[in-house]
């Protein structure tokens, strides 16, 4: 059964403080892992796509990497406004994504 | 502007009730999807279509049931069968081959007292 773990649940980080979240997963032959921002009360927003081991994505103070049994979301230099839930998701061949319960941030000015 | 509405935002029902929740898109996207979401946990799947007229269950499908008459809709009715329907409803979508990037209505958040 494919498996989605994140850690940690809840992250509090001062304004500029750097920090990693992590995805670990198991799944049948990857076909990609997703990374998504949610607000609160709101629908998630897609944030990046990785395919492959030693994969990297970069958008604004975010940076996904990809390895073999997990990946990692680090936040460069974070600002209030990146406060959110950030979900990790997979998809094995064929089948939907699996999603992991998300980790909570809140970065404090 | 392209994207997906959900209605109501906030729904409120009497337990044995039947409830449906619309999901409508404009990005002509052949792929819909019903999750679930509670409180501190992530997304669960509930039904899924790939294309109009034809759908699959997903991991919580019982108590459940969806329609996919027309590309831009795919309405979810919450059956009093479901135990425990109170929850945060999403419907998303995405274009064929890029299942994993999807793109999410703004949910609506169902109420069974």
């Known amino acids: 059964e494919d498996q989605v773990t994140q850690s940690p649940e809840a992250l509090r980080l001062q304004e500029g403080e750097s920090s990693s979240l992590n995805c670990s997963y198991t799944v049948s032959g990857l076909r990609g892992l997703f990374w998504y921002r949610q607000d609160p009360g709101k629908g998630p927003e897609f944030l990046f796509t990785l395919y492959s081991a030693g994969e990297e994505k970069e958008k604004e103070r975010l940076k996904a990497t990809l390895t073999k049994k997990e990946s990692f979301l680090h936040i460069t230099a974070p600002k209030p406004e990146d406060s959110a839930t950030y979900l990790c998701?997979?998809?094995?061949?064929?089948?939907?994504?699996?999603f992991g319960k998300g980790t909570r941030l809140s970065v404090i000015a | 502007d392209g994207g997906i509405t959900q209605s109501p935002k906030y729904l409120f029902r009497k337990e044995g009730q039947n409830v449906t929740l619309s999901c409508e898109q404009n990005?002509?996207?052949?792929?819909m999807y019903w999750y679930r979401q509670d409180p501190g946990q992530g997304l669960r799947l509930i039904y899924y279509?790939?294309?109009?007229?034809?759908?699959q269950k997903g991991d919580i499908a019982e108590g459940y049931s969806v329609s996919r008459e027309k590309k831009e809709s795919f309405p979810l009715t919450v059956t009093s069968a479901q135990k425990n329907p109170t929850a945060f409803y999403l419907c998303a979508s995405s274009s064929p081959g890029l299942a994993g990037e999807q793109y999410f209505g703004p949910g609506t958040r169902l109420t069974v007292t």
């Open positions: 990005l002509n996207h052949d792929a």
């Open positions: 279509s790939q294309i109009v007229n034809d759908f």
């Open positions: 998701a997979v998809q094995a061949t064929e089948t939907p994504l699996v």
